[in-house]
């Protein structure tokens, strides 16, 4: 079993099938303490560093623990509010500067492979270090391409066994060896990932944990009743986002928005609770009387299942449904990490 650290590790989504693949985190950091615990319910054994990389001490005492430990393989997952289209896209956020902090680890730890994941915008994205203007990614070689074989590629969750469209810049470091992409998987359908669970509407619960509908606005309930799926509210004749004097709202035609049955789900945001927000409804069936159910967004079960979690992945009891809500939007979908993984160059092989 290698030994790994995870830096920037949220409530560790991205490792639930490294494990089962040889792969034991034994090192981890979180900014956050709300997600630390939750990591800690997820990987108990893990010893887990709260605290901001960019304090010394903080980063010091992971890079100790780390070596201590004589890791051989980093996961690390920056946050990307600096450089997603979701966010500002302002290359002077100074979490994109976290990067730095990375790539001083594997200096001063030397795991023999590392994978660096974020948005696809990294590619593109540019820092400022020693005063000078350089792409993160050239950045990376220019420091790590000495001792290590540097490749990178944008790769979608979907192609890799997930119901969820979601792309993600892979950066794959190795020191013993090529390390190849994994092989592109069938596409998995929505219809195909949960068109099993019962039906839901509004405010009613199931006998499947995790599978219960939030209580929604009467007027997005009434609007949605009357979208078909794949659709938003928007392209109805009458049932459309109206204010009370009845003039339409103004707004994006990928919000109050069914998802669709026959192709993987859109990204998943942090937002995924809201009906107003981006294709977030569930994609509904059509009825006798002409309106489609399931006029709500999807349950925490099936965002679960569209992130390609296990069927026994639990959140912790303290744990609201607006914070799981809020992680599984952060999350990495962790199929396509276990892919990647299955292909990681390893010693003695």
């Given at each position: 079993m290698l030994?790994g650290?995870?830096l920037f590790?949220?409530?560790g989504?991205?490792?639930t099938?490294?494990?089962?693949?040889?792969?034991?985190i034994?090192?981890a950091n979180e900014l956050?303490k709300d997600?630390a615990n939750?990591y800690?319910f997820?990987?108990?054994?893990?010893?887990i560093?709260?605290?901001?990389?960019t304090?010394?001490?903080?980063?010091n005492?992971?890079?100790?623990?780390s070596?201590?430990?004589?890791?051989?393989?980093l996961?690390?997952t920056?946050?990307?509010?600096?450089?997603?289209v979701?966010g500002?896209?302002?290359?002077n956020d100074?979490?994109?500067?976290?990067i730095?902090?990375?790539v001083?680890?594997?200096k001063?730890?030397?795991?023999?492979t590392?994978i660096?994941e974020n948005v696809?915008t990294?590619l593109?994205?540019?820092?400022?270090?020693n005063?000078?203007?350089?792409?993160i990614?050239d950045?990376i070689?220019k420091?790590?391409?000495?001792?290590?074989?540097?490749s990178?590629?944008i790769?979608?969750?979907?192609?890799?066994?997930?119901?969820?469209?979601?792309?993600?810049?892979?950066?794959?470091?190795s020191?013993?060896?090529?390390?190849?992409?994994?092989n592109?998987?069938?596409i998995?359908?929505?219809?195909e990932?949960?068109?099993?669970l019962p039906?839901?509407e509004?405010?009613?619960?199931s006998?499947?944990?995790?599978?219960n509908a939030?209580?929604?606005n009467?007027?997005?309930?009434?609007?949605m009743?009357?979208?078909?799926?794949?659709?938003?509210?928007f392209?109805?004749?009458?049932?459309?986002?109206?204010?009370?004097?009845?003039?339409?709202?103004?707004?994006?035609?990928t919000t109050?928005?069914r998802i669709?049955?026959?192709k993987?789900?859109?990204?998943i945001?942090?937002?995924?609770?809201a009906i107003?927000?981006q294709n977030?409804v569930h994609?509904?069936?059509k009825q006798?009387?002409g309106?489609?159910?399931?006029?709500?967004v999807?349950?925490?079960?099936?965002?679960?299942?569209?992130?390609g979690?296990?069927?026994?992945?639990?959140?912790?009891n303290?744990a609201t449904?607006n914070f799981v809500r809020k992680?599984?939007?952060?999350?990495v979908?962790p199929?396509?990490?276990?892919?990647i993984i299955?292909?990681m160059p390893?010693?003695?092989?």
């Open positions: 030994k650290t995870s590790c949220n409530v989504i991205a490792e099938y490294l494990e089962k693949n040889g792969i034991d034994v090192v956050l997600r939750f800690k997820n990987y108990p054994k893990a010893n560093i709260v605290g901001d990389i304090d010394n001490k903080i980063f005492e992971v890079v100790k623990k070596k201590q430990e004589k890791i051989d393989f996961l690390a920056p946050p990307c509010q600096g450089m997603s979701a500002k896209m302002d290359e100074p979490r994109n500067t976290l730095i902090k990375v001083e680890f594997i001063r730890v030397n795991p023999k590392a660096i696809p990294m593109k994205t540019s820092i400022i270090v005063d000078e203007k350089i792409k990614i950045y070689k420091e790590l391409s000495n001792k290590y074989a540097v990178f590629n790769l979608n969750a979907a192609d890799y066994g997930t119901a969820q469209d979601r792309k993600r810049a892979i950066v794959l470091l020191r013993i060896g090529k390390w190849e992409l994994p592109k998987q069938k998995i359908t929505v219809e990932a949960i068109g099993y039906s839901l509004s405010g009613e619960k006998n499947i944990k995790y599978h939030p209580i929604h009467k007027n997005h309930i009434l609007w009743k009357h979208t078909p799926s794949g659709k938003t509210a392209e109805n004749t009458k049932y459309f986002p109206q204010k009370e004097d009845g003039t339409k709202i103004k707004g994006f035609m109050y928005k669709a049955w026959d993987p789900a859109p990204t945001t942090m937002c995924n609770g107003s927000s977030n994609p509904g069936r006798l009387d309106t489609y159910s399931d006029s709500r999807l349950t925490l079960k099936e965002l679960f299942i569209l992130t979690l296990p069927d026994d992945w639990e959140a912790p303290w449904e992680v599984i939007g952060e999350g979908p199929k396509l990490i276990e892919e299955k292909k390893r010693e003695g092989k």
